[in-house]
């Protein structure tokens, strides 16, 4: 059962629709993204890489750039700390071909996710002081790294922290105290005092604007900054940061250059994934290069995705983006092997009945316990933690809803917890094995959610007819283009359209298309989700004799509510309109 709710925010579009020369089916869509003020419309719709924030207004840049310069000009040894996501590879990508063109003694590390965890630690800094390393410079990681940085000092070590994520704090008398490494320089957009514009960005965006700045330094080309873009849109869509302001600049721009890339590494992913010869679009890059990217680290070396991206061997880069596909093959088939033990135990064991999901999988690797705990968070909209055997205890992570701070919630618990960290819409957690099943039993004591708080709940943008259905529509709203986080696809709803035909198509039967109209006007509708679910509502609702009808063509009594995206179907040469179905429900 799902809520519809029309987004009804009041204000005077037209007005706007007028200022910024749009439809006014436009400006109903900026409005309901929270997007008022006309300037920062215009940014919205027409921003490019002269909107870009002031890089030096970044707390500690001037000061970090002056370091890596000098160690830069006197061939000290640096190392760049990365991670194994998405966002740490491409980080580590941008910083380690910018200080190797500006001509430094740079290496660099990331951490096997099993192995040795997330983020910099000891052992890294450690073995960096015995190779006479100068300067450490992370990426996508380090400002919790409080005892390690402490240590790179002890042993003479110079650090540059580059990281996006929240600063670390300590609640003392209810408050809390944020806490930052005592690193040489920390370039964090999130630290209080940062004057930085726009504190949204991913951690290759933090590390692109060091490299700004240093570029100007050493006087390399515009162009050559800007060709980083590129790797930065891969890394800004795949760490679902908010497709607004630079963020959305970035993908718009790095997409531009993506889809005519020179990089060997990249044109042998997309050929190898089947994109090559098609375009590159923000969807591909979220469900097709960056799972093969992550997968490298989830399941072997992060440091193959970034040779790939590194490779000028076509050859070599070849290997290495087999390797990458067939290892996010892999990772697909073993997520599908732990959502279905997942669904089976919270079925088996009645847990439905909770209002947050706290699943045991002993046999699931680790690295895909947040990737089966967001496809169980979307099944059954709850809170979703997946935990599994660690070499102490067990790990996990967890998937939240809207309505549930998850990180805040786990702050009731942390004394059944050894290391958790994260924020209101996904954590990690380390939990000794007996304090799992108290665990689950609090969190779901605790929860202030109600029955209402848990049912789905779908937005819609606007009721549309299907007399206002046009090419001219579409042009207007693909200026919201790219989509994503804080910018999601446009949702219009429907009313009370008649089904004229039905049918399924596709080997899998997993396509179904209809033919609709409003009494008028005819159009066709596209579905692509839970084809037996429609089959079987329409049975419930109106019996076999009219589910035959329908799918028979014959005349028929089915008239359908709808949720939709209009969009143009190119095939063969030949252009029509046709709508997306999202979502549907029998009209009343």
Request: proline fraction near 2%; glycine fraction near 6%.
């Amino acid at each position: 059962m799902e809520k519809w709710m029309v987004r009804n925010v009041k204000f005077n579009t037209a007005k706007l629709a007028q200022d910024l020369g749009v439809s006014e089916v436009v400006a109903k869509l900026l409005v309901n993204r929270g997007i008022y003020n006309l300037d920062i419309a215009k940014e919205f719709l027409d921003g490019n890489i002269d909107d870009f924030n002031n890089p030096k207004e970044m707390l500690g840049m001037i000061g970090a750039v002056e370091l890596m310069k000098s160690s830069i000009i006197t061939r000290e040894k640096i190392l760049i700390v990365g991670d194994y996501d998405v966002d740490g590879v491409i980080s580590t990508y941008v910083l380690y071909t910018a200080i190797k063109k500006c001509g430094g003694n740079v290496s660099f590390h990331i951490p096997d996710r099993i192995k040795e965890g997330y983020g910099i630690n000891e052992s890294i800094i450690r073995k960096a002081s015995e190779d006479k390393v100068d300067i450490i410079i992370t990426c996508d990681n380090g400002i919790a790294a409080i005892e390690q940085v402490k240590l790179a000092k002890e042993l003479g070590l110079k650090v540059i922290i580059t990281d996006h994520h929240d600063v670390p704090f300590i609640e003392e008398n209810g408050e809390r105290k944020y806490i930052v490494p005592n690193a040489d320089f920390v370039l964090n957009p999130k630290q209080e005092k940062c004057e930085y514009k726009f504190d949204k960005i991913c951690g290759a965006t933090v590390a692109y604007k060091f490299v700004e700045c240093l570029y100007e330094e050493f006087n390399v080309s515009k162009e050559e900054l800007y060709d980083l873009l590129q790797y930065v849109a891969i890394a800004t869509v795949c760490d679902v940061v908010d497709l607004t302001s630079e963020n959305r600049i970035i993908v718009k721009e790095g997409l531009k250059r993506i889809n005519s890339t020179n990089n060997i590494g990249l044109k042998a992913l997309f050929k190898e994934t089947g994109l090559e010869e098609k375009t590159i679009t923000v969807y591909t890059l979220g469900f097709v290069i960056g799972p093969s990217i992550n997968a490298s680290g989830r399941l072997e070396q992060a440091e193959w995705a970034l040779k790939m991206l590194l490779s000028n061997n076509e050859i070599e880069a070849k290997e290495l983006a087999e390797k990458l596909n067939d290892l996010n093959k892999e990772r697909q088939d073993l997520t599908k092997e732990g959502l279905d033990e997942a669904i089976e135990i919270i079925e088996k064991n009645n847990m439905t009945k909770d209002k947050v999901l706290v699943v045991y999988l002993e046999d699931v690797h680790e690295s895909i316990a947040g990737i089966i705990a967001g496809r169980v968070r979307e099944k059954y909209n709850l809170p979703t933690i997946i935990l599994t055997k660690a070499h102490d205890g067990a790990k996990g992570s967890g998937r939240s809803i809207e309505e549930y701070n998850m990180f805040e919630e786990l702050l009731k618990c942390k004394d059944l917890l050894g290391k958790f960290g994260g924020h209101p819409m996904a954590a990690g957690m380390s939990i000794p094995n007996e304090n799992i099943d108290e665990f689950r039993s609090r969190l779901n004591n605790v929860t202030t959610l109600s029955d209402e708080d848990i049912i789905p709940k779908v937005s819609i943008d606007m009721g549309l007819l299907l007399s206002q259905i046009n090419y001219e529509l579409i042009d207007q709203i693909a200026l919201l283009e790219p989509y994503g986080k804080a910018n999601p696809k446009p949702t219009f709803g429907m009313k009370k359209l008649k089904v004229v035909e039905a049918k399924i198509l596709g080997k899998n039967r997993n396509v179904l298309k209809l033919k609709l109209t409003d009494g008028r006007l005819y159009i066709e509708g596209i579905y692509f989700g839970n084809i037996e679910g429609f089959e079987n509502s329409i049975k419930d609702e109106l019996g076999e004799i009219e589910y035959n009808k329908v799918f028979n063509s014959l005349s028929n009594n089915l008239y359908l509510d709808i949720i939709c995206m209009p969009e143009i179907n190119e095939f063969n040469g030949n252009k029509k309109v046709q709508l997306v179905i999202s979502n549907y429900r029998i009209s009343k």
